[in-house]
């Protein structure tokens, strides 16, 4: 069961426009509680938007798939139903293992958007100062990531990576090129 | 579903001691070919040691559970039955997203272990000199975590933070201060 959620969790960044209840969204949040954490610290902070208006907001200081130099990101047609930001509140911690936090957090988002039947996509490319002004957030918070999520209307497909890892698009399918099992795998000490 | 493996992923230190075949593990590795990296990069690789020569060798480079000053950490009768060792490539990227890339990775490696009626602990204090001649890695790796894995043999229970957030044990039970998801979630836009 999870090994189909893991599969079916890819970067989708074009989504249909059916309503989703807020409320949802809140499902996903529940389970931050129960994630680890470097040192047991719990740095991380997180704003959710499933408002029209502040996702426009959100959606104009992200830059979308760096690999897709002739893509501006989705069309408005094709935008998420909602974002979740992770903030690092640095009252708590200032050190890198925020980052592994935060990376604990996402794929932890990601998984449950995908059992929810949702997808999303994190974007690092983010216009901070323009979205810390936009969600109005104190200083001691530092943007990590914005999550966007919703209902995926897009195809991807994975394939072997041979020299290049970058993603592509082809008559409208996005390929993303993996690396083999046995490159990751360094050793297997039996 | 997914829930209930969130939650019942907790960082386990003790262990019982039964036999695990190796391919188990194989199983959590067959997952990492399948979840995000930043830029689509790919720089994590990973070595898994079932083998118990070499796991007591790992074990004598990690410290663990720093809260608990008067535990040495587990003693021969509960230690792991497998490790993971989590390295960053660093001819493919040298910059901080690894760190997130590590923590997506390690997150799907505890909660897949859960899954398979397993569990474990990601540690970071590590002797990294000893362990990669242990490992007899190459020069472009370097060793960002060890994961730890096992049948679990403690009881976790959770509980909520005030303003302490060190875990403890009591009466041979592990208890982890958890924030309150109130404190976690900044705001939600609806």
């Known amino acids: 069961m999870l090994d189909e959620i893991i599969k079916k969790n ?19 949040l529940a389970l931050l509680r129960y994630i680890p954490s470097a040192r047991n610290a719990q740095p991380l902070k997180y704003i959710a938007s499933c408002n029209k208006q502040i996702n426009e907001q959100i959606f104009s200081t992200l830059k979308w798939a760096g690999y897709l130099t002739d893509w501006d990101g989705p069309a ?34 990601l998984l449950k958007s995908v059992e929810l039947g949702l997808g999303g996509c994190t974007i690092a490319a983010i ?3 323009k979205l ?10 530092e ?6 999520l919703g ?25 993303v090129p993996k690396r083999s099992l046995s490159e990751l795998v360094y050793a297997i000490i039996e």
Chains 1, 2 share one sequence.
């Open 143 to 148: 943007i990590l990531y914005v999550i966007a």
């Open 151 to 175: 209902k995926p209307a897009e195809t991807i497909e994975i394939v072997d990576a041979t020299v290049d890892i970058k993603y592509f698009r082809k008559n409208n399918i996005h390929y």
């Open 127 to 129: 216009d901070k100062p």
């Open 76 to 109: 408005p047609s094709e935008r998420p139903s909602a974002y979740i930001v992770i903030l690092q509140d640095k009252n708590i911690s200032n050190d890198n293992y925020v980052l592994t936090d935060a990376g604990i957090a996402l794929q932890t988002i």
């Open 10 to 28: 890819r970067s989708y960044r074009r989504f249909a426009q059916v309503n989703i209840d807020c409320s949802t969204f809140n499902e996903i």
């Open 132 to 141: 810390a002004s936009i969600l109005n957030i104190t200083q001691n918070l």
